[in-house]
């Protein structure tokens, strides 16, 4: 199990860093007054939850499968982030009426949705085609940890 280096918590780190900056420049281009520190703000505690949630998924990610899969899926939340925050800064432009922000968003959890079925869809069918039963032969199951690398292709 090789997945929880600390490249990859870097990585989150920078995807939520730039993420954060990018979504308040836009904000602060778009939107008028202080739209970008406000954006900041937001910003910054939304990435700190990842990042929180990371940080305690990070050390026993190197032993543990299912800690392994908590922390590759919080970087999933970081990758998430930096997707919305690109969106998001339109809800800080007042000169948006509050209607179509509703609908943009509507549209933007629809397409969230249709993403994570679509996705859970995919994984269920290859899981059933070859992970189950490599997971079978490569999980300990006293210790809790399998290889995860052999699992996934």
């Known amino acids: 199990m090789n997945k929880a280096t600390w490249n990859s ?44 949630l990371q940080l305690a998924t990070f050390s026993s990610a190197k ?42 968003f509507a549209i933007f959890i629809a397409i969230m949705g249709f993403n994570l079925s679509r996705g859970w869809r995919t994984l269920n069918r290859r899981w059933n085609e070859t992970g189950a039963q490599t997971f079978q032969a490569v999980f300990k199951e006293n210790a809790a940890v399998g290889d995860w690398n052999k699992i996934v292709r």
């Open 9 to 52: 918590l870097i990585l989150s780190i920078a995807v939520l860093l730039i993420s954060t900056i990018g979504g308040a420049l836009i904000a602060q281009k778009l939107a008028e007054g202080d739209a970008g520190f406000s954006f900041l703000w937001f910003g910054c505690a939304v990435a700190s939850l990842i990042l929180i």
């Open 63 to 104: 032993q543990k499968l299912f800690s392994q899969l908590l922390f590759l899926g919080f970087f999933g939340f970081s990758m998430v982030w930096f997707m919305s925050s690109l969106f998001f800064p339109i809800f800080w432009i007042k000169e948006i009426d509050i209607s179509i922000k509703f609908i943009l």
